[in-house]
């Protein structure tokens, strides 16, 4: 059997969200996979996806701190594609070393993640609106 769906999310300031229990709330027909493969792809070029970290919160805003540090807004002045902001060519930047997608195995049901692991939003951008995800399931 094979699912697609796509879902948006709800907007989020900048910085690293856990989005697991935004995405199953989103996701009835996962209860009927036995066993399989998610693949969550986000369609946008300015955030990305991990799986990371789903307890302790201060994880997520290291990860923010540590990538405003090696992609610096300050450094916008370099850039040429600055025409929605200084965020704009630092966003796609943080994104390309992140990643569009995380691939998550199901197992009865649910997501077979790690006691301590979630999947993020890593919003990049200061305003970035609503995102779109497709999710594609393959199981039985």
């Known amino acids: 059997m094979i699912i697609q769906k796509e879902i948006t999310l709800k ?6 969200h856990l989005i697991t229990s935004e995405i199953l709330s989103q996701l009835p027909e996962l209860k009927n996979i036995s066993t399989g493969i998610a693949h969550i792809f986000i369609k946008h070029t300015s955030a990305s996806l991990i799986v990371n970290e789903n307890a302790d919160p201060s994880v997520r805003a290291a990860m ?3 990538f405003n540090k ?3 807004e300050s450094d916008a002045r370099f850039y040429e594609h600055t025409l929605e902001g200084t965020d704009d060519m630092t966003s ?3 994104a390309s070393i992140l990643g569009s997608s995380v691939t998550v195995p199901v197992s009865n049901g649910k ?5 301590w692991q979630g999947i993020y939003l890593c919003e990049h951008r200061n305003y970035g609106g609503a ?7 393959t199981g039985e």
């Open 11 to 16: 907007p989020k300031p900048r910085g690293f």
């Open 131 to 137: 995102r779109k995800i497709v999710i594609t399931i």
């Open 70 to 72: 090696i992609v610096p």
């Open 111 to 115: 997501f077979n993640l790690g006691t």
């Open 64 to 66: 923010e701190t540590y």
């Open 92 to 94: 796609h930047i943080k």
